[in-house]
């Protein structure tokens, strides 16, 4: 039985929140989607009106707006000062304002906070762009989840349901671009995270794979 920490990272069109759900149930753990944080705090500011490129707006209103989500990652849920925001956190306008929301660092101070309180009630399976290097550093397995960029458009593409790849393409390179150039928390590989191409892989097999690292690694 699973009793670590799993950090998951990496850019989006990898299949990392479907390995990283399943990965949870498979270990009985926790599941903490840490990007879904993020976006409801960019629907809180969309919400209010403030301009995501205002870092001292953004800070005041994510400082006043309270972010819960569960953790079963069979029943996932975002709650935004007790209002379920589970279709407006993947709708576009939130997916265009979330990196200039999640670039301030007040932002991320507070959610970081509570995503650390989040796993240590238990056995986790965490996802986002800075667990194994920031969040939880001492994870007992960490990996980063990449594949080529053609594969990550079209998995995105169809995940949208929508038909322009080319598009998709470019929207999933300019959020690359901010989340890895980033002062706070930039992208990147941990040290010590096990990097996995899943370009030619199956989510089972993602799975699989990792489901062993992690039973090895506690
Ligand atoms: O994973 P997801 O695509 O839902 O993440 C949305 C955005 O939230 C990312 O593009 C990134 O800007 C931000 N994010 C972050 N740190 C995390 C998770 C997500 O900055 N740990």
Same mark, same amino acid.
Request: charged share 20%; proline share 12%; net charge negative.
């Given at each position: 039985r699973f009793r670590g920490v799993v950090a998951l990272d990496g850019p989006? /069109? %990898? /299949?990392k929140s479907t390995v990283a759900r399943r990965l949870a149930q498979r270990l009985h753990a926790q599941y903490l989607d840490t990007g879904a944080m993020y976006r409801a705090a960019a629907v809180a500011v969309l919400d209010a009106g #403030? @301009?995501? /490129? +205002?870092p001292v707006a953004v800070a005041r209103q994510v400082e006043a707006s309270r972010i819960e989500v569960s953790t079963d990652p069979r029943n996932l849920h975002t709650i935004l000062d007790g209002r379920n925001v589970d279709r407006q956190i993947r709708d576009a306008a939130t997916t265009t304002a979330v990196s200039p929301v999640s670039a301030v660092p007040a932002v991320r101070e507070r959610l970081v906070a509570q995503q650390r309180s989040i796993i240590s009630g238990g056995p986790t399976v965490a996802e986002g762009r800075d667990i194994g290097s920031v #969040?939880?550093?001492?994870?007992?397995l960490k990996v980063y989840l990449t594949a080529r960029e053609d594969v990550r458009a079209r998995r995105r593409a169809g995940e949208l349901k929508l038909a322009d790849v080319d598009q998709v393409a470019a929207s999933l390179r300019r959020r690359d671009q901010l989340d890895s150039s980033r002062?706070?928390?930039?992208l990147h590989r941990p040290d010590g995270a096990a990097e996995v +191409? %899943?370009? @030619?892989?199956s989510i089972d097999e993602v799975v699989e794979l990792l489901v062993g690292l992690a039973l090895r690694a506690a």
């Open positions: 989006s /069109g %990898t /299949g #403030v @301009d995501p /490129g +205002d #969040v939880w550093p001492h994870a007992e002062a706070a928390s930039p +191409d %899943t370009s @030619d892989l």
